[in-house]
Nanobody, 125 residues
Framework: QVDLLESGSGAVQAGGSLRLSCAAS??????MGWFRQAPGKEREGVGC????????YYADSVKGRFTISQDNTKRTLYLQMNSLKPEDTAMYYC????????????????????WGQGTQVTVSS
């Protein structure tokens, strides 16, 4: 059984900060990432970490504002979100895979086999 459990949901005003966590049970994953889905929109990659080609990688929409990191065991993934905007409002999902991902492609959900249940982030203007 492989579980990814997100935490850190919250509601903040624009300009505020939140930190999401994703605790992974089971083995250590090669790649872990964060995705988000806003109401009425498709799920999109936010950022990912663990590729052999470097990283972490971020979506253009969050570069300079969000930071992905892991603890020393690489079983907890974090997403530090600063300077939040109303357009960051979404359900945020943690995802993971044991397998290699092509360089520069770790923000594509097709490469991930394991997903958390999601945690809600709401940013008001």
């Amino acid at each position: 059984q492989v579980d990814l459990l997100e935490s850190g949901s919250g509601a903040v005003q624009a300009g505020g900060s939140l930190r999401l966590s994703c605790a992974a049970s089971g083995r250590t994953y090669n790649i872990m990432g964060w995705f988000r889905q806003a109401p009425g929109k498709e799920r999109e990659g936010v950022g990912c970490i663990g590729t052999p080609n470097g990283g972490p990688y971020y979506a253009d929409s969050v570069k300079g504002r969000f930071t992905i990191s892991q603890d020393n065991t690489k079983r907890t993934l974090y997403l530090q979100m600063n300077s939040l905007k109303p357009e960051d409002t979404a359900m945020y999902y943690c995802a993971a895979t044991f397998f290699p991902v092509p360089a520069g492609r770790c923000n594509e959900e097709r490469y991930y086999a394991y997903w958390g249940q999601g945690t809600q982030v709401t940013v008001s203007s």
